[in-house]
């Protein structure tokens, strides 16, 4: 089964909400996952919240053209969710 996200909201400096399209939802935090030379302008809060539903790969994406594979988001541990205040992100 090929998994692809349909929305990503950021939800922290480096934690982001994602649902995929089997519905399953969760939030996870990519802050030890942001190292080598594409991901380093992602460890600016403010890039990082620049993030993008890319809707040909259906996954995350950044302005620089960084990106995590939808399977390996699937996957990632859950960060513990807390009652914070979201931040939609529209697909471009």
């Known amino acids: 089964m090929i998994?692809?996200?349909t929305e990503v909201k950021v939800v922290g400096p480096y934690s982001l909400e994602l649902?995929?399209?089997?519905?399953?939802?969760?939030?996870?935090?990519?802050?030890r996952e942001l190292y080598g030379p594409i991901f380093e302008p992602l460890r600016d809060?403010?890039?990082?919240?620049q993030v993008r539903l890319d809707l040909?790969?259906?996954t995350v994406a950044w302005p620089?053209?960084?990106d995590?594979?939808?399977d390996f988001?699937?996957?990632?541990?859950?960060e513990p969710t807390l009652?914070?205040?979201?931040e939609p992100v529209s697909a471009t």
């Open 3 to 5: 998994i692809h996200l």
């Open 19 to 31: 649902t995929f399209e089997d519905g399953k939802r969760k939030r996870v935090n990519l802050r």
């Open 45 to 49: 809060p403010a890039y990082f919240a």
């Open 56 to 58: 040909d790969s259906r």
């Open 64 to 66: 620089n053209g960084a």
């Open 68 to 70: 995590f594979a939808p």
């Open 73 to 78: 988001l699937y996957h990632l541990e859950p």
């Open 83 to 86: 009652p914070s205040e979201s």
